[in-house]
């Protein structure tokens, strides 16, 4: 076996709950996370030395060097393998970049399946997700899929029983927002608006939707605490909001830290209106239309590969 593919895919948060800032710096967190039909495709291949070469929409924007998530994800899975790193490691993009879509995160929980099934690791699952923990937040869930609560730091996970397919609309925007800076601007609302910080618990309505496969209640509790923030640094985002809600979605929210605005609709036929709706406001960049939950990251048979 010289190359391994694994297809992963993006993640919507149906509710992100922030919480204090915790003496480590990151906040305390609730965020159920919901996996959808964009994905990349991460391809490992044994080489001379560790290359990242990346292809699809905003590549440019995707560091190529020892930043790169999935790079540090071959490096750590290595240095615990006690192997060397050498590959070379494509990312063909499909989830947004900077987009609030945990697109580096998933290349992450990617590249850890490529290289353990590369380097025959044998690394049980639940490992290589505390692994991807260290990596990042998001990285778990990536790996995970389907539709799960995430408390601490969003990486401790539990799946949430969910039935039904959701539809969704997801309206791009051009350029993407810093997480660091959104989280940042959220704290900076929060302590001119005085108030305190609650902590974050699950929305039990929201659960209640997922369990009963309920799409109109689900549109209905749709919250992100980071949304203020989002749209106080990119004030364009409330006229995307306004155009999908207008356009007939059952609920909107930006997703994550944005800024990719992310919309339900009722069915695949209601996603098309929703989609229509958005490009004909000209308040973002280009739609995608998907639908969840969908499993997390998996390995694709040779024979399948394009
Ligand atoms: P999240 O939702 O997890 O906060 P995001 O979806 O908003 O993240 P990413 O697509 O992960 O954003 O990109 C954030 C930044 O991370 C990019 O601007 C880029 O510089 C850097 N980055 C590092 N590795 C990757 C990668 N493999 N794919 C995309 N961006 C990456």
Redesign the pocket.
């Known amino acids: 076996m010289n190359s391994v593919t694994v297809q992963v895919p ?2 919507v948060n149906l509710q992100l709950a922030v919480g204090a800032v915790r003496p480590d710096g990151y906040h305390e967190l609730v965020s159920v996370f919901h996996a959808v039909s964009l994905y ?1 495709e ?1 391809t490992v291949t044994r080489a001379d030395e560790l290359v ?1 070469t ?1 292809e699809g929409e905003n590549a440019d ?3 190529v060097d020892r ?6 994800a071959v490096a750590l899975l290595a240095d615990r393998l006690g192997q060397s790193p050498d590959v070379h490691v494509h ?1 063909r ?1 499909g ?14 929980a990617a ?1 850890l399946v490529a290289c353990d099934t590369l380097w025959r690791g044998n690394t049980p699952r639940d490992m290589l997700r505390r692994l991807g923990a260290e990596l ?3 990285v778990p869930f990536s790996d995970l899929g389907g539709t799960a609560i995430g408390t601490g730091r969003g990486e401790r996970l539990a799946a949430v029983p969910t039935v039904g397919v959701y539809h969704w609309v997801f309206a791009l925007a051009d350029g ?4 660091p800076a ?1 989280y940042g601007e959220c704290d900076r609302l929060r302590e001119a608006a005085g108030t305190p910080v609650p902590d974050p618990a699950p929305s039990e309505s929201l659960i209640a939707a997922l369990r009963a496969g309920d799409v109109p209640a689900l549109g209905a509790t749709l919250t992100n605490d980071l949304q203020d923030a989002a749209i106080s640094l990119r004030p364009s985002l409330r006229a995307t909001l306004d155009a999908g809600l207008a356009g007939g979605a059952l609920g909107g929210i930006v ?4 800024p ?1 605005c992310a919309f339900l609709a009722a069915d695949e036929a209601g996603a098309r209106t929703v989609a229509r709706a958005l490009a004909a406001s000209g308040t973002c960049r280009t739609t995608r239309v998907a639908f969840g939950q969908v499993g997390g990251a998996r390995v694709v048979p040779q024979r399948l590969r394009s």
């Open positions: 993006a993640k990349d991460v990242v990346v924007d995707v560091p930043s790169n998530l999935a790079a540090r990312l993009k989830i947004p970049v900077a987009g609030g879509m945990a697109g580096g995160s998933a290349d992450a590249a990042g937040s998001d993407g927002l810093s997480t959104v997703s994550g830290s944005g990719t």
